[in-house]
């Protein structure tokens, strides 16, 4: 059974922090993963996507991939208050077909 | 702003009643998705239309019929419901079916919250 799992939290981090996020999944064969918000009461909206080893750097976002340890992060740098929500890991499990697994979340909290 | 509307906000309808949520998009994207998101759950998939056909139906039961009248707009039919289907029903639209690594790229609606009596 395809599986993607994160640590629900909570996870508090102060503003101005680093805030790490994790994500493992099952399926090796998997090949493009991303992480979306979601607001309280909100629909989930796409961080940032990644499919090749190594990281991806967006702004204050930083998706990192380690296929061989079946492995997916998202590094907050400079967390805002703002960035309170929970984060969605999900694995495309459908090839071109956008078939996605969406991990159970990990809530953020970021005090001032 | 999104730009995928979903239709109602907000719905509340008993177990014999018949109900339709409609989401709609204008981005001229060609897949559409409903997935279904109970409290404090990660969204689940339940249909996937590409092209206005039916691609994916992950085995939904048959009291949920979608629908796609046309590229822009996609019906989910709701009948004979059960108070366990009560939650936050997203629809979800993305150019990148078909194209590779993106199509996991989704624009999701607001979503509508049904509560079955």
């Known amino acids: 059974q395809k599986e993607v799992e994160q640590n629900s939290g909570p996870l508090s981090v102060p503003e101005g922090a680093i805030a790490s996020l994790n994500c493992t999944y099952s399926?090796?064969?998997?090949?493009?993963f991303f992480w979306y918000r979601q607001y309280s009461g909100k629909s989930p909206e796409l961080i940032m996507f990644?499919?090749?080893?190594g990281d991806k750097e967006d702004g204050r976002f930083t998706a990192q991939l380690n296929k061989a340890s079946q492995y997916v992060s998202l590094l907050i740098r400079d967390s805002q208050p703002s960035d309170s929500a929970t984060y969605l890991c999900a694995v495309n499990y459908g090839g071109s077909q956008g078939n996605l697994i969406f991990g159970k979340g990990t809530k953020l909290s970021v005090k001032p | 702003d999104t730009e995928v509307t979903q239709t109602p906000k907000h719905l509340v309808m008993g177990m014999t009643n018949k109900k339709s949520l409609k989401c709609e998009q204008h981005m001229g994207h060609r897949a559409m998705y409903w997935y279904k998101q109970k409290a404090k759950k990660p969204p689940e998939l339940m249909f996937v239309?590409?092209?206005?056909?039916?691609?994916i139906n992950e085995s939904v039961p048959s009291r949920f019929s979608p629908e796609c009248p046309n590229s822009s707009l996609l019906n989910l039919h709701l009948h004979a419901l059960q108070p366990e289907d009560s939650a936050l029903y997203l629809c979800?639209?993305?150019?990148?079916?078909?194209?590779?690594?993106?199509?996991?790229?989704?624009?999701f609606g607001e979503g509508s919250r049904l509560t079955v009596l």
């Open positions: 990644i499919y090749s080893n």
């Open positions: 979800a639209s993305s150019p990148y079916w078909d194209r590779g690594f993106r199509a996991g790229e989704l624009f």
């Open positions: 399926d090796r064969g998997s090949q493009s």
């Open positions: 239309y590409s092209y206005e056909k039916l691609s």
